[in-house]
């Protein structure tokens, strides 16, 4: 059993920042990928940032320069660092996590976590 659980959601203003922690825990091989999406109420799910096991990251152009991931491969933990807020970036961020369990060691899967709210309000 796999869990990914994020933290650090919330309600920020314009040209703020806020931080996400995304924590994998459970019967885990090794992870392939971690990485960050996010749905805004009317809209389809989509990629924020990915970090691969070799260090390389890629970000959607709307977030760029803004927004930061970084991994803790000790601790299983991916991190979105998020700065100049904007309205449109309110959405709920969901944890994404490309990996392997010791079940099944030789097979990649998909893991999500339940999300976290995050508004851009004044």
């Known amino acids: 059993q796999v869990q990914l659980v994020e933290s650090g959601g919330g309600l920020v203003q314009p040209g703020g920042s806020l931080r996400l922690s995304c924590a994998a825990s459970?019967?885990?091989?090794?992870?392939?990928?971690m990485g960050w999406y996010r749905q805004a109420p009317g809209k389809e799910r989509e990629l924020v940032a990915t970090?691969?096991?070799?260090?390389?990251?890629n970000y959607a152009d709307s977030v760029k320069g803004r927004f930061t991931i970084s991994r803790d491969n000790a601790k299983n933990t991916v991190y979105l660092q998020m700065n100049s807020l904007k309205p449109e970036d309110t959405a709920v961020y969901y944890c994404n996590a490309r990996l392997r369990t010791i079940a099944t060691p030789y097979s990649g899967m998909n893991y999500w976590g339940k999300g976290t709210l995050v508004t851009v309000s004044s």
């Open positions: 459970g019967s885990i091989f090794s992870i392939n990928a």
């Open positions: 970090s691969t096991s070799g260090g390389s990251t």
